[in-house]
């Protein structure tokens, strides 16, 4: 069998033929297969901007685009561009079928590169396929292009909104999930975690969309909350655990860092030191020696230790099953905390009383939304911007994002088998 025949099965253009293929080098690490690529006799040029063909005018320098390699050899075409003499544009490059624009890479070959960024990191791909990282950035974001342009948007009636941190803590941004039971996946992403943020977000769904919302998660962020009841007040909002979760965890970081510094200034064992995981963690995901900790923690009367048990009493406030009850327990936990003099976790208390009924939706909406979709996804987008490290831009995260979470439509072809 030829290669001929092989690359006819995978990568047939109409209006192409493959001519000579060699193989060059000697030593089995660098050897490259190079494949002529002509025009078949008689064709027309098409033009790169209206997609029209037209006569040709003269030929360009021979352009190389780098194919899905073989059995680890480099393969490239080989192809003597054209320009054609459009009737509305003018002389213009010709449009070929095996890559975009000005692109280097075949599609095919982007696709490929693009399958492997989903399961390694950028710049792991680059060094395995020895390319560059911008080509591997340039795959990726081909295909999140390709996707978000196919992609479907019915049935979106539950959301999820989050921020993430990136950069060193320095800069936010807002990420929207959808998170319908039968559907979850990244919908959108906006710099920064502004009103005008979220105003873009429910620019980009459309009035129409808005309108099918039901459901709505979200943390008690203000600019949050106003823009959703502006443009989606219809649906119902919930404040979800993870956000509030969260909010405490940070309480009791706080309290702790104080307490730490005061019990070292105070010339006292230095007892909080190395216990931070233990005070974040739920008490079931402890290990051996984490609980020993806990215990020697919990013999010391602390700010720490008390803000710790507020937590965790509050753990027992997601196990109601009526709003009603469940808006008395808040109420109890609230009054006591805020006897506790423990500032940060006041705080946290005057916040959930703001914002009571939200809370409480997260019970009319039981069942409805699953309840560990908006902390899961925000796992893995915290992983995935790390995973991108390297090529850090916003947009480079963005597209990273959707090209991870986005579960973006891919076309049906040869090169899948990544
Ligand atoms: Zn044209």
Redesign the pocket.
């Known amino acids: 069998m030829q290669l001929k025949t092989i690359l006819h099965h995978i990568e047939r253009h109409r209006s192409f033929v493959y001519g000579e293929i060699r193989l060059i080098g000697d030593a089995p690490g660098d050897l490259v297969l190079e494949v002529d690529v002509r025009p078949r006799a008689n064709s027309r040029p098409v ?6 063909p ?1 006569p040709g005018y003269d030929t360009l320098a021979q352009r190389r685009f780098q194919f899905v390699p073989l059995w680890g050899i480099l393969v490239y075409f080989l192809y003597v561009m054209r320009r ?1 003499h ?5 002389v ?1 490059v010709e449009e070929v079928p095996w890559a975009v624009g000005r692109h280097r890479i075949t599609t095919s070959y982007a696709w490929f590169l693009a399958g492997w960024a989903r399961r390694l990191s950028w710049i792991d791909v680059a060094r395995v396929f020895h390319t560059s990282g911008e080509t591997v950035f340039r795959s990726v974001d081909m295909a999140v292009e390709w996707g978000r342009a196919r992609m479907s948007m019915a049935g979106i009636t539950a959301i999820g909104m989050d921020e993430i941190l990136w950069q060193r803590g320095h800069k936010y941004l807002t990420v929207v999930y959808q998170i319908n039971e039968e559907c979850k996946r990244l919908l959108w992403v906006g710099q920064d975690r502004r009103t005008k943020t979220l105003l873009r977000f429910f620019q980009w769904l459309g009035r129409e969309r808005s309108t099918l919302l039901e459901f709505i998660c979200s943390d008690m962020w203000k600019p949050y909350l106003q823009v959703i009841a502006k443009k989606a007040g219809h649906a119902v909002h919930v404040v979800d655990r993870f956000h509030i979760m969260s909010h405490m965890s940070k309480a009791i970081d706080e309290i702790r860092a104080k307490e730490a510094r005061r019990l070292k200034a105070d010339g006292c064992e230095p007892v909080l030191k190395r216990t931070r995981w233990c005070l974040l963690k739920r008490p079931e995901n402890l290990t051996e020696r984490q609980e020993v900790t806990l215990g020697q923690l919990l013999a010391y009367n602390l700010r720490t230790v008390r803000a710790y048990l507020l937590k965790e009493d509050f753990q027992g406030f997601w196990n109601y099953v009526s709003p009603t009850w469940a808006g008395k327990f808040l109420d109890r936990w609230c009054t006591r905390t805020m006897r506790s003099r423990l500032e940060p976790m006041q705080k946290v208390a005057r916040m959930l009383r703001r914002h009571r009924e939200l809370i409480l939706n997260w019970f009319r909406a039981k069942g409805t939304i699953s309840t560990a979709t908006v902390e899961g996804f925000h796992n893995k987008a915290k992983l995935t911007t790390r995973r991108a490290y390297g090529l850090r831009s916003s947009r480079t995260v963005e597209v990273a994002l959707y090209h991870t979470l986005g579960k973006l439509p891919e076309p049906v072809g040869t090169h899948r088998f990544c």
Do not use: A, N, Q, W
């Open positions: 033009c790169s901007r209206c997609h029209r037209g054609v459009c009737e509305t544009c003018g213009k």
